[in-house]
């Protein structure tokens, strides 16, 4: 996997997190990373957090996946 701009390390963990749970090595990154943007979109927009605590988390890993996004 060739990225061009320096990730931080809140990117390179989503990364690694990414690489685990999406086994397939079919999905570029890319395709991982904009997978995983949808899953945490959807669960915010329906409200699929217990408090506020997990919404700041999903929100947290949706942004991190946003700026991600923008350099792969």
Same mark, same amino acid.
């Given at each position: 996997?060739?990225?061009?701009?320096? #990730?931080?390390? &809140?990117? #390179?963990?989503? +990364?690694?997190? +990414?690489? /685990?749970? @999406?086994? $397939?090595? !079919?999905?570029? =990154? /890319?395709?991982?990373?904009?997978?995983?943007? %949808?899953?945490?979109?959807?669960? +915010?927009?329906?409200?699929?957090? $217990?408090?506020? =605590?997990? /919404? !700041? =988390?999903? %929100? @947290? @890993?949706?942004?991190? %996946?946003?700026? %991600? +996004? &923008?350099? #792969?």
């Amino acid at each position: 996997m060739a990225i061009g701009p320096r #990730l931080d390390r &809140d990117e #390179l963990m989503i +990364l690694e997190r +990414l690489n /685990r749970y @999406f086994k $397939s090595n !079919q999905m570029t =990154t /890319r395709e991982k990373a904009r997978a995983a943007r %949808l899953i945490a979109e959807h669960d +915010l927009e329906s409200h699929h957090y $217990s408090s506020e =605590t997990e /919404r !700041q =988390t999903i %929100l @947290f @890993f949706y942004k991190t %996946l946003e700026k %991600l +996004l &923008d350099k #792969l």
